[in-house]
């Protein structure tokens, strides 16, 4: 299996994990945004830190949309998981670990 099967099978398995958590609530819009808000304060950047350097590379994110999605009432995109990842040094599969961590 290459790693982009692995990837999208790793996804859709921690969308299907937290299925159950997101018809309990409704508002919650992404599954990334804990873990995006774990690192950021591990890397210790602010948010308006997080969404310069997004901007930096071509990522039209302003700090109160990181809010948003930390908070998970703002979806993200691929693209911006990607670059947000990059960003905090860390892989797509571990902004996909919400519980284990936090």
Avoid: W
């Amino acid at each position: 299996m290459n790693t982009t099967h692995y990837i999208i099978d790793f996804v859709i398995e921690s969308i299907l994990k937290h299925n159950k958590d997101i018809d309990k609530d409704m508002n919650v819009r992404n599954i990334t945004g804990l873990s995006i808000k774990y690192y950021r304060k591990l890397r210790q950047l602010t948010q308006d830190e997080l969404a310069a350097k997004l901007n930096v590379i071509g990522i039209n994110i302003d700090r109160p949309m990181i809010s948003r999605i930390e908070c998970q009432s703002r979806e993200i995109t691929d693209i911006e998981i990607i670059a947000i990842a990059k960003i905090l040094n860390v892989s797509v599969e571990e902004l996909f670990k919400e519980g284990e961590k936090l």
